[in-house]
C-alpha cells in the first residue's frame, strides 16, 4: 500500500480541511499519515481512519519555532517510509520538498494561503523576503500544486511559473441534517469562526456591534489579536454583546453555527492571500443555510453569482456593516431568499464533490511513476 505523509505546522486537532484530504486519502485505499505539531493544551487526537503524528517543539512561535519544527520534520520524514510528500504552505515545503528528492520520490505542494502575502508578513520585510527566496527555490520543483481558488492559482501560477489546481476548502454535505435548535428570536446571533489574527476586520465587527440592538457577536477561534480583542471589548462596555469561544472541536462548531442568525467572514484588503482568498467559513455557513455578510472580494463575488448566499459590502466601515446586518434582520424576503439560495449551493458546493479533483491529481501521480 502507498503511504502518503502529509505535513502542517499546527495543531491538528482543529485542522477540518487536511482531517477532510486525509480522511478521503485513507477511503481511496491509501495508508495517509498526518503530521502536526504538539502544543501543551493540545487535546487528544480522536480516532480518525488514518494516522497521525505531532511533534513537540521547544519553541512556540516566531522564527526559531519555525527552524525548530523544519529541522524536526526533515528527520522524522527522513526517518519514514513515504511513497508521496504532501507539503501544506510554506512552513513546511523545504524538509518534504528535501527529504522526497533523496527519496526520489513526489512532493504535492498545497498552498491553503499566499503564504507571503498574508499581513504578518507584509509588514515584515525582510521576513517576506526569506519567504519568497524559499518559495522560488522549491515551487517550481514541486510534481503537483494545489491551492483554494481560481483567484490564487492563477496569480500564483504567474509568478513561479507552474499550475496550480484547484481543490476547494469546503466542508462535508450536511443537506440531511435539520436545524437542531429553534430560531432565536433575541438575542441575534452573529458568528465568526476563524483564527483571531491581523487583518480579519476583528476590531470593526466589535466596533459595529455598539449600533446593533439586541445581539451577540460570538467569535469562535483564538489568535495573536485575543488580549487586544478583549481588551477592546472591555473599553468599549460591550462584555455582555461580545462572547469569546476559543477554538472548539469540528462537531462542536457545527452545532454553534447551527445557532447563529448570521455569519461574517471581513478581511482587510492586506495583500493578495486575503484579497483572493476563499474562506472555509464562507462554506460552512452555506452548510448550515446561514446568511452571511463578506467583503465583495473577487471569489465572492464568482460565488454569488452563481448563487446569491452572501450579502456582500464595499469596506469595514462601521455604519457598512451595521447596514449589512439591519438589512439581514429587517427584510424577511432578501434573509429568506439567501438561506434558500444557501440550501442549493450546499448541494453542489461540497467535499463528496471537490475531493474527486484531489483523488484525481494524486492518482496521476502515481500512475506516472
Known amino acids: 500500500m502507498k503511504h502518503i505523509f502529509c505535513s502542517v505546522t499546527n495543531d491538528i486537532t482543529y485542522d477540518r480541511r487536511m482531517q477532510r484530504i486525509c480522511g478521503s486519502l485513507a477511503k481511496a485505499d491509501y495508508e495517509v499519515t498526518l503530521v502536526g505539531r504538539k502544543r501543551k493544551n493540545s487535546k487528544p487526537l480522536t480516532i480518525q481512519n488514518f494516522n497521525t503524528h505531532r511533534l513537540n517543539c521547544f519553541f512556540e512561535a516566531g522564527k526559531l519555532f519555525y527552524l525548530e519544527y523544519n ?26 520538498y528535501l527529504v522526497s528528492k533523496w527519496k526520489r520520490k513526489p512532493c504535492v505542494y498545497d498552498a491553503h494561503e499566499y503564504f507571503s502575502e498574508t499581513p504578518e508578513v507584509i509588514r515584515r520585510p525582510f521576513t517576506q523576503k526569506v519567504w519568497e527566496i524559499l518559495a522560488y527555490f522549491c515551487i517550481p520543483k514541486m510534481d503537483y500544486c494545489i491551492t483554494v481558488g481560481s483567484g490564487l492559482a492563477e496569480i500564483m501560477g504567474k509568478r513561479y511559473g507552474v499550475a496550480f489546481n484547484v481543490v476547494r476548502n469546503v466542508p462535508f454535505s450536511r443537506s440531511k441534517e435539520r436545524r437542531q435548535y429553534a430560531k432565536r428570536t433575541s438575542p441575534t446571533i452573529l458568528l465568526y469562526q476563524g483564527m483571531l489574527n491581523e487583518g480579519r476586520g476583528l476590531e470593526a465587527m466589535i466596533e459595529a456591534m455598539k449600533g446593533i440592538g ?20 472591555k473599553q468599549k462596555e460591550l462584555e455582555h454583546k461580545v462572547k469569546f469561544l476559543g477554538f472548539v472541536l469540528p462537531n462542536e462548531l457545527q452545532n454553534i453555527t447551527l445557532q447563529a442568525d448570521i455569519g461574517l467572514n471581513l478581511l482587510e484588503n492586506k495583500g493578495w492571500s486575503y484579497y483572493y482568498s476563499l474562506a472555509n467559513k464562507a462554506f460552512d455557513y452555506v452548510q448550515a443555510h446561514l446568511p452571511s455578510i463578506h467583503i465583495n472580494f473577487p471569489e465572492y463575488e464568482k460565488l454569488n453569482q452563481e448563487y446569491e448566499v452572501f450579502c456582500l459590502i464595499d469596506n469595514l466601515e462601521k455604519q457598512s456593516i451595521q447596514n449589512a446586518i439591519h438589512r439581514l434582520l429587517k427584510d424577511q424576503s432578501y434573509y429568506n431568499e439567501l438561506r434558500n439560495n444557501c440550501r442549493k449551493a450546499a448541494l453542489k458546493w461540497c467535499w463528496e464533490k471537490e475531493e474527486k479533483r484531489l483523488l484525481d491529481g494524486i492518482n496521476r501521480l502515481f500512475s506516472e511513476e
Open 71 to 96: 529541522l524536526r520534520l526533515f528527520f522524522y520524514l527522513l526517518s519514514q517510509k513515504v511513497h508521496l510528500f504532501y507539503a501544506v504552505d510554506l512552513d513546511t515545503i523545504l524538509p518534504n
Open 214 to 233: 439586541q445581539a451577540e457577536l460570538w467569535l469562535v477561534g483564538e489568535g495573536d489579536l485575543l488580549e487586544e480583542l478583549r481588551n477592546l471589548v
